[in-house]
């Protein structure tokens, strides 16, 4: 029987949001260097087709590809969920949250449940998962765990001011467990993708104000593949902030600094869309 020497070969990877964009991307590319994959997400037809996509990219007969349906924000449901994906697949070296909602709007007309749940989803649901395969990672000694975030996690950004602090708070998390996981064996990572092709991007856009459109709109749409393929190369150098691209990492690494100087560039876009609608009024 072929044995694979790929790098991931017999690991165990558990993906929430593992069914579309991003978390399904990362999937692919870790099947394609022989890891074992659980997928977590709520509809099931999305994670059986994510299954085929994901199966097609193994490269031995032996790997496994496990979907279950759960919602992240349940901690018990997404405990139960790790807890079978561990029965069938094995101890996991490797989780990644991937599932996240993004509701752009102005902060006066998104409801107090758009807050709620975007931090349930985003947060909350990364924090779950975390609790929930620890234990195994604790008693292995080993193991890595990769939060995503987004540029909109290392500077607030006009209409996400749900999303945004959700982001912030990943990062607050991140940076609070690596030095007490390291200490364990175990590696945390924090993802800052850039704008990405996914189905999230064209749902965010259809409720994005004028101003955050054009705001986004200066920066580079990148492919979940080429998100992807950062990531992958994040974990396997153990890096600690994982941010594709030029913009993200000049971001990541100087966000303090420019947030002055950026937020003026910013003023002036939302301005120019304010006198383009009072013309049109
Ligand atoms: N796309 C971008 O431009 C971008 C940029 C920066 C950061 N990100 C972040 O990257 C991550 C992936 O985003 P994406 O663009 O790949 O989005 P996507 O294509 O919409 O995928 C989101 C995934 O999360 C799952 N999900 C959503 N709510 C869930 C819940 N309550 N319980 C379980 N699973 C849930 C979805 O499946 P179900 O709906 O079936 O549950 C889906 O599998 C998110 O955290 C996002 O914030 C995205």
Redesign the pocket.
Known sequence: MFKSLEKFSGQHAVI??????????VAKSLAQQGANIS?????GA??EA?KQEISASMIDAQQKILTI?????QAKT?ELAIQKAIAELGRPQILI??????IPGYFAELSLEIFEKTM???YF?SLYAIKAVLPEMLAAGRGQIVL??????LIGLYGYSA?SPS?FALRGLAESLRGELKTKGIKVSI???????????V??NKTKPLETKKITASAE??T?EG?AQAIVRGIEQKIFAIAPGWEMNILHRWHSLLTPLLNWYFDRLVSQVGQKNSKLS
Request: aromatic share 6%.
């Open positions: 929430t949001g593992g069914s579309s964009g991003i978390g399904k991307a997928i977590i997400a709520r509809d999305k994670l994510a349906s759960a919602d992240v924000t997404l949250t991937s599932a996240g909602i993004a349930a989803v985003n649901g995503i975030s987004s540029g909109a996690g999303y982001k993802v800052y993708p850039p704008d990405t092709d996914t189905p999230q991007l749902q965010e749409t990148w979940a998100v």
